[in-house]
């Protein structure tokens, strides 16, 4: 027996249900909490390596796993002495005792914890909570309900910086660590701050987070470092892309279990288009429901990751444009791997040492507590969608600091829209073709598409000079097919035309109009 564990007397069954529950709900088992009902317990992981580059991997310290039968025994034989008398020859003896596995579930089924602490989440860097002060401290906050296990430890950050020390640390930051990335304007440099600091306000912001698209002109521009910045110090999963929507589901399910920060599809395929409906549905959900792979469960994780993705002349479509933050680096030159004279050599090694690390995070804190010390003032001027909050709280950030551009380049994000443009080109033909003019059907729509039977070997040309649009095999769809396509942009503007339907009360068809914007 061991002195300094509690002692846990049980007996029959339904006795050590009660018992062990009831040793549950008083603490007794150390960093066990309840998430939706389930209780987690929260451990260190031994020998997590340090990530050997800046597309790696890079997880936070700890893990938090549902408790299972065996789980929980074993967490019974290392923190506490639970033991049963037995009774041998007339006499009863103690006995140290693993209660058996339909006991153990039968503790784990239930769902109401009352005196468990809640597991909001884990986070690897110190957060602002919403009443703007610091979770700096490692281990449980009772005000957030979050764990912070962090990837590098740093002294106490104050809570009131003076002029001089904000002053360092933008020195630092700007002058330093982002002054050599080939920018393209001044919004890609405060859009690439914005999405380092967002990991820290994204909770006192109480808001969605855009996506973050790092597109460079040419390889080794930076783009994969810049995306590590955030990535090595909050805790990163770094992901291959995929066009399969049904993949992309099942990677983001599994991505969101992990305690990480910031989840990157880094190297995209160049001049990719990045064109998800289940990407744009992710990014304004703040929860994410999906079904246990092989089961019927229903799994549901908090939407609390910053998402981004770097590759070469990346672009976007469907419903992304609007959801989407766009940093842009361009060298102007045929190897810029090649550089030299950078303020801060070999940046891609220097990133990757937890010293450096702590360095890059302590200056990023001291900023925003210089803004919070200031009151934290927004930039009310933003507007994005469902991202309002968050751009006016980190606007208001960079404001602060004098960090000028942010999300000025949102035209370039709807620029770079192939689905508009495709769009736009079409309605804009539309408009001009002979005979399509009035409410028309999509059988005639379709069939004012069709060339002419080719004549001693030559094609008739195409009266659409290529503008129609196309199925996913580059080919002019079925009825059907195009039904569905247009449907799908009834009432939304591209350029300066909208597309309209009526119902014929006659046969019930679908009839097609184009609107030109007065």
């Not at 018992?19 to 909490?33: A, C, D, H, S």
């Not at 288009?273 to 908090?302: C, F, H, M, N, Y």
């Not at 968050?390 to 709807?414: K, Y």
Request: glycine content about 8%; overall charge neutral.
């Amino acid at each position: 027996m061991t002195d300094d564990k509690p002692y846990i007397l049980v007996g029959t069954k339904p006795e050590t249900i009660r018992t062990l529950t009831t040793e549950i709900n008083g603490g007794t088992l150390p960093e066990t909490y309840v998430t939706d009902g389930a209780l987690i317990h929260v451990e260190r992981v031994s020998g997590s390596a340090q990530p050997s580059a800046t597309d790696a991997d890079s997880a936070l310290p700890v893990s938090a796993a549902t408790l299972t039968a065996p789980r929980l025994a074993g967490l019974l034989a290392e923190h506490t002495y639970t033991y049963r008398n037995r009774r041998v020859k007339e006499e009863w003896q103690e006995e140290e005792y693993t209660p058996p596995a339909d006991v153990l579930s039968a503790v784990l089924s239930r769902r109401e914890w009352p005196g468990v602490r809640p597991l909001r989440g884990i986070v690897g860097a110190p957060v602002l909570r919403e009443d703007g002060t610091l979770l700096q401290a490692p281990g449980y906050d009772r005000a957030t309900g979050l764990y912070l296990a962090p990837k590098v430890l740093l002294p106490p950050v104050p809570d009131k910086p003076s002029n001089a020390q904000a002053r360092a640390s933008w020195d630092f930051i700007m002058a330093r660590f982002l002054i050599d990335f080939p920018w393209v304007a001044p919004a890609d440099r405060a859009n690439a701050l914005a999405l380092m600091v967002t990991p820290i306000l994204r909770r006192f912001a109480r808001s969605l987070v855009p996506f973050g698209l790092v597109s460079a002109t040419m390889p080794g521009s930076g783009k994969t470092i810049l995306t590590a910045a955030a990535g090595l110090v909050y805790g990163q999963s770094v992901l291959t892309w995929t066009h399969s929507e049904e993949e992309l589901r099942k990677a983001i399910t599994a991505v969101l279990a992990k305690p990480v920060g910031a989840i990157v599809f880094d190297n995209i395929e160049e001049g990719a288009v990045i064109r998800s409906a289940t990407l744009a549905q992710l990014l304004t959900a703040p929860t994410w429901s999906d079904r246990k792979l092989g089961s019927s469960v229903t799994l549901e994780r908090s939407n609390d990751k910053v998402w981004m993705a770097t590759g070469n002349n990346l672009s976007v479509g469907g419903d992304m444009p609007s959801r989407t933050v766009l940093i842009r680096l361009d060298p102007k030159m045929p190897k810029p791997e090649e550089r030299t004279g950078f303020a801060i050599p070999d940046l891609s090694r220097w990133v990757l040492e937890p010293e450096n690390q702590r360095v890059l995070l302590g200056h990023l804190l001291v900023l925003v507590m210089h803004w919070c010390a200031a009151g934290a003032p927004r930039a009310a001027g933003h507007v994005m969608r469902q991202f309002t909050p968050w751009a006016q709280t980190v606007g208001g950030f960079l404001a602060h600091h004098g960090v000028e551009g942010f999300l000025t380049n949102a035209e370039d994000v709807h620029g770079d829209d192939v689905d508009d443009t495709e769009w736009t080109a079409f309605l804009t033909k539309w408009s001009d073709m002979p005979g399509l003019d009035g409410w028309i059907t999509t059988a005639a729509l379709r069939e004012s598409a069709m060339r002419e039977p080719p004549v001693d070997g030559h094609r008739s040309p195409d009266p659409w000079d290529g503008a129609f649009i196309l199925n996913e095999q580059g080919r002019i769809p079925d009825v059907r097919s195009l039904a569905g396509k247009l449907r799908g942009q009834i009432g939304r503007w591209h350029g300066e035309f909208v597309l309209r339907k009526v119902t014929d009360p006659h046969d019930k068809g679908a009839r097609w109009h184009v609107e030109r914007k007065p």
